[in-house]
């Protein structure tokens, strides 16, 4: 804990934008409820309202205020989107490691599993799968979770295997230490730097994968407000702006709306990573 | 002769590291006549090598010459401009690297690069160079000067290579070359070769050198005088045979000292023992092709056996096989009188107890991430089933032992100890176990000489007083005399000769043992040119025998 403060204190400054940008999502999307003014699938008003009280970014096609949805929208996506990101990190990182310290013929075959899985596109594959299954958030996270987690298996691997080669891990199997004390003792605490950073990185390719998947209309479904479903449903507007009032003009701006949202995010978290690939290199400056 | 080429006064050098500028060289005066060579020893970390490159008025990405002047045949260096320091630079001032593997260009042939400078520089064309390249490689004795250059780095030996880069060095026939430790990464009788190439040649263009090296047997046969560093001050200069003969500095005479320690002969043991390790006509290697062929070997209890031999020789091999990492492909293992399991897997925890090893390097022999406590820790939870406060107790009691201060170092990570503390924390892993038979493979060969024989020393105690057995790998004859009992010589992976230790240093030696000991430089400055004289004698006479 002391360690992370003394981290913190030297963060440069774009480290902290990130983690401010990443703090204020997080308690937008845990605040919900206290934080939107209006439901989040309710029709509270007329349709295509401007940007003035009491719907200060105005309203969609049926009348559901877009503030409130950009703020429950928060909650769905990076919600499904970090679980999504850690149980592909649960399964990439244990098989990885595992792969790397067993080796032989356990590694071959898993190595060529992934191979084949990742010879696909993953787009195309998850929205095959998806078809099959349906779109429940259940499937739509296992799909994106076993799809993202050869990226990890293969990173993790590669980076547990240039560990093992180390002295101290022939001192430890010398000393007859079991497979699961190398991997939790020995391996892991030096792999964790790169696999945070990797962490960042895959949320944010978890993100934006869960948004195409709702812009194409295989992701999380309506009612439930989602930032890349959002994008879909007010993209049209965009030919009905008018820039010659400000309240005509905000059609115009309606997509960008979540649109921004998922940048901004993917900014935020992209600064803290490099932050953190910064420091896991052991550059001092 | 006399007149001056380089002189640097009050030279200050500051590096920059967690965000302030520390000082590296912390005012060093420095003069240097035409055709002299100057010898620069210190341990690693005392500036050597950042001295030597102010020379050319270079410093090393971070740092910055803060203060002082350095004058190069009249021409300051520290305010020139770099257009005109990189006229200066591989035309008057040439530089050789300590490792010429990483320094070349593996892309290039060698006399691609050979040519770079002069043709560069407009002092030769680019055909003159070639020629001139193939009159240097002969004269610093590469075998087939016409060929040689037209091969890649990666197909010429490591010494050929050093020498390669020597000739590179004198292609614009600079005033002045600076070697930084180029004979270190080499073997003894590969160094023989470049020494007496490089010493050769330089007097030959009576060029001036500054010879930057920590061991000073090299800095004796090279040097017309030497020049002590002590963390980035100068400690004392003199001409090089006052400096070998008669030290005035306490920390001179302390590095000229540690070549002396021998360590006492062990007590004598009742005759009725049998070996603790037997070794039984074993032979092992990586795939088909075996590296070790035919190894018998007996190692007494209580007693020092150092395994010599040149890199490549199988020492390791042989190291991995003991421990059970590497299961020999014939041949039989026993200890203490029963067999020893090929595979280490195969062998109980009691009987894995008992060996263990130290390796040559520290750095990656300690998990960067765990705490000193844990390091110790780990084997007395493993082995002996110590924990909580018993353990404690314990590995405070080890890192005593090891002669660190356990309160201080208890919570400490391996990245805020020195290299010594480092082999020495390992030392102490290995200690917890409570082993009677300690494999040691070049325990001292990435250390200074000081901080070496700290360790030597250590061990030494360490056997008298816990009754360990020690096989102890190394390349250095010096660390053989200070702490063998027996010796065995190894060459591509066969035992050429073995036997005790003051056997083995007296003569007749079989052809190998009487090059590899004949090789090892010694403090007389003299010991170079007769060796190559008693060798040129003998080369010579053969023929009529």
């Known amino acids: 804990m002391h360690n992370l403060s003394h981290h913190l204190r030297d963060a440069p400054i774009s480290a902290w934008i990130g983690i401010i940008i990443v703090v204020f999502y997080a308690v937008l999307a845990i605040g919900a409820p206290l934080l939107a003014p209006f439901a ?21 096609a049926l009348g559901r205020d877009v503030l409130s949805r950009l ?89 547990a295997q240039g560990i093992l080669t180390m002295d101290y891990i022939e001192v430890a199997r010398m000393r007859g230490e079991g497979m699961f004390w190398l991997i939790r003792k020995e391996v892991l605490p030096n792999a964790a730097a790169p696999l945070i950073a990797e962490f960042g990185l895959r949320f944010c390719f978890v993100f934006l994968f869960i948004s195409a998947l709702s812009f194409l209309g295989l992701g999380i479904q309506p009612p439930t407000a989602d930032w890349g479903g959002m994008v879909r449903e007010s993209a049209k507007l965009i030919s009905f702006a008018n820039f010659a009032t400000f309240q005509t003009a905000t059609f115009g701006l309606a997509p960008l709306l979540p649109a921004g949202a998922i940048a901004l995010l993917t900014i935020g978290v992209n600064l803290i990573v490099d932050w953190v690939l910064h420091m896991s290199s052991g550059l001092k400056e | 002769m006399t007149d001056l080429l380089l002189e640097m006064k009050d030279i200050r050098i500051e590096g920059r590291s967690d965000r302030q500028w520390k000082p590296i060289i912390k005012g060093v005066d420095l003069t240097l006549n035409r055709g002299e060579i100057l010898g620069l020893i210190g341990e690693s970390g005392a500036g050597k090598s950042t001295l030597g490159l102010a020379a050319m008025g270079y410093t090393k990405g971070g740092c910055r010459i803060s203060g002082g002047s350095i004058r190069f045949d009249g021409q300051d260096l520290v305010g020139a401009s770099d257009e005109a320091l990189r006229r200066l630079r591989g035309a008057r001032v040439a530089y050789v690297a300590q490792s010429a593997a990483a320094a070349f260009n593996p ?43 037209f091969r890649y780095p990666h197909q010429v030996s490591g010494g050929q290579l050093q020498r390669a880069m020597t ?21 003894v009788t590969t160094q023989i070769e470049v020494l007496s190439a490089i010493r050769d040649i330089v007097r030959e263009y009576n060029t001036a050198a500054i010879y930057i090296t920590h061991d000073l047997a090299v800095v004796a046969q090279m040097a017309d005088k030497i020049k002590v560093l002590l963390r980035g001050e100068e400690v004392e200069e003199a001409p090089a045979r006052e400096m070998l003969s008669n030290p005035k500095q306490d920390y001179t005479k302390s590095l000229w000292a540690v070549r002396d320690f021998r360590r006492a002969p062990p007590a004598a043991r009742q005759a009725d023992e049998g070996p603790l390790l037997e070794i039984q006509n074993m032979s092992a290697g990586y795939g088909a092709v075996d590296i070790l062929k035919g190894i018998n070997l007996n190692i007494a209890r209580g ?26 492909s014939s041949g039989t293992l026993r200890y203490d009188g029963s067999p020893l399991p090929k595979s280490g897997k195969e062998r109980p925890r009691d009987l894995q107890r008992h060996i263990q090893m130290i390796h040559q390097m520290a750095d990656t022999a300690l998990n960067p991430k765990h705490r000193i406590k ?32 356990p309160d201080e170092f208890f919570y400490r990570i391996p990245s805020e100890l020195s290299g010594g503390q480092k082999q020495r924390v390992c030392i102490a892993r290995a200690l917890a176990a409570e082993p009677d038979f300690i494999i040691c493979d070049e325990v001292t060969s990435a250390l200074d000489q000081l901080v070496a024989e700290g360790i030597l ?32 010589v190894m060459q591509n992976g066969v035992i050429v000769e073995q036997g005790p230790k003051d056997a083995m240093f007296s003569p007749p030696h079989v052809p190998y043992t009487e090059l590899l000991l004949s090789s090892v430089p010694e403090m007389d400055p003299n010991w170079l040119t007769q060796l190559l004289k008693e060798r040129g004698d003998a080369a010579t006479q053969e023929p009529q025998q």
């Open chain 1, 40 to 60: 989040e699938s309710a029709s509270v008003g007329k349709q295509y309202h401007p940007w003035t009280a009491p719907h200060y970014l105005g309203t969609d």
């Open chain 2, 303 to 328: 007693s020092t056996v150092a395994i010599v031999g040149e890199s490549g020789s199988g020492k390791s091999t042989m190291a991995r096989v003991v421990m059970g990492l590497l299961p020999p």
């Open chain 2, 374 to 405: 844990d390091v110790i820790g780990r084997p007395l939870e493993f082995f002996l089933g110590l924990k909580g406060r018993a353990k404690d107790a314990r590995i405070k009691e080890l890192l005593t032992l090891i002669e660190l201060d």
């Open chain 2, 107 to 149: 892309a290039y042939k060698l006399i691609d690069q050979y040519c770079e400078a002069p043709v560069k520089h407009g002092v030769m064309s680019r055909d003159e160079a070639q020629s001139d390249a193939v009159e240097l490689y002969r004269k610093i004795r590469l075998p087939n000067p016409e060929g040689i250059g």
């Open chain 2, 457 to 488: 020393r250590l061990l030494d105690r360490l056997q008298r007083e816990m009754d360990l057995t020690y096989m102890f790998i190394t390349h250095d004859i010096a660390t053989v005399r200070s702490i063998a009992d027996e010796v065995v």
């Open chain 2, 167 to 187: 000739a590179m060095a004198m292609a614009c026939r600079p005033d002045l070359i600076i070697f930084d430790e180029p004979t270190t990464a080499l073997d």
């Open chain 1, 71 to 159: 703020i429950y929208g928060a909650r769905n996506t990076v919600g499904i989107a970090l679980v999504t990101t850690a149980l592909a990190f649960l399964l990439g990182a244990t098989f990885g490691l595992l792969a790397a310290t067993i080796g032989g013929w356990f590694d071959a075959i898993i190595s060529r599993v992934v191979d084949v899985m990742m010879a696909i596109p993953p787009l195309i594959f998850a929205l095959l799968i998806l078809t099959i299954t349906g779109t429940s958030v259940i499937a739509l996270i296992l799909v994106i979770a076993v799809l993202d987690s050869t990226r990890v298996f293969r990173l993790s691997r590669a980076v």
